[in-house]
């Protein structure tokens, strides 16, 4: 079987097709995958028709599935896997299945909430709208590297403090009263464990303020910051087909979703992807 890889867009991202996601992969076909991901931080390998255990094993290629159960303090009723998440505006007896269910959803990169943040994030999609409900990547290394040589200079050594509440959707819904609030600080300015290259760690759902500045100074910074990794030309716009499976490396993507019309389906499938204890 041929494994093709075609750039999406000239910001990031890759189509990848000759890989069924049913078998195991391996081999030269293991080898063009890790490649892809690698250079081009986004990969999507469309017409797949897979199980949550297909999902897991794919996970477990590049380091440790996050498939073990928990249950949501905010969905007591729903028992869910760590990691997976629905991400579905269906409702059942009027409450949502999934997480993340309506509207619009900020640039952000998951569990940068957290002291170990996620690796990389898959999703599946089961169904989606007619219109609407694209899924937008913006690469943190192109935006980096279009930073000039006195903004890097000022960043080094710099940290970045992150917050966030389940299912926020706008930074303006975090902290929310009375819910948990998840809390973590990181480099500013993250070095790639494979490719040696700095990428932008901020984003505009989760990234509060920069440790150690006065907000006088701090604060519009970071405005300009969040600005700058959002601008059209870091950015690729995915618009979903049934059976498109995608993987993006959240050390160096952010991701955000567009709204879509509240009377059609969108349910799609996620597992992340944490380091390997290993």
Request: charged share 25%; net charge neutral.
């Amino acid at each position: 079987m041929t494994v093709t890889v075609t750039p999406l867009s000239a910001a990031l991202g890759a189509r990848i097709e000759g890989i069924d996601l049913r078998q195991t992969v391996t081999g030269a076909a293991l080898a063009a995958l890790r490649r892809a991901f690698r250079d081009h931080q986004v990969v999507c390998l469309p017409g797949q028709k897979i199980s949550a255990a297909n999902q897991i094993a794919f996970c477990a290629l590049f380091g440790a599935a996050d498939s073990d159960y928990k249950v949501s303090a905010q969905r007591t009723e729903t028992d869910y896997r760590k990691g997976v998440m629905l991400v579905s505006n269906v409702r059942k007896n009027g409450v949502p299945i999934g997480n993340l269910p309506d509207g619009d959803i900020q640039f952000h990169s998951d569990g940068c909430h957290r002291d170990r943040p996620y690796l990389a994030t898959t999703l599946y999609a089961i169904r989606v709208p007619r219109g609407g409900g694209d899924t937008l990547f913006a690469n943190l290394t192109a935006a980096y590297d279009a930073l000039d040589a006195d903004t890097k200079a000022r960043l080094d050594g710099c940290r970045i403090h992150n917050s966030y509440v389940l299912d926020a959707t706008s930074r303006d819904e975090v902290p929310r009263p009375g819910a948990v609030l998840h809390e973590a600080t990181h480099p500013l300015v993250l070095t790639h464990p494979d490719t040696g290259r700095k990428a932008l760690y901020l984003n505009r759902l989760m990234s509060r303020w920069i440790v150690g500045l006065p907000r006088e100074e701090g604060a519009p910074l970071l405005d300009q910051l969040l600005d700058h990794v959002e601008r059209p030309e870091f950015i690729y716009a995915h618009k979903w087909t049934p059976g498109d499976f995608l993987m993006w490396d959240n050390r160096c993507v952010n991701h955000a979703r567009t709204d879509f019309p509240s009377d059609q389906v969108r349910l799609l499938r996620r597992y992340t992807i944490s380091e390997s204890a290993a």
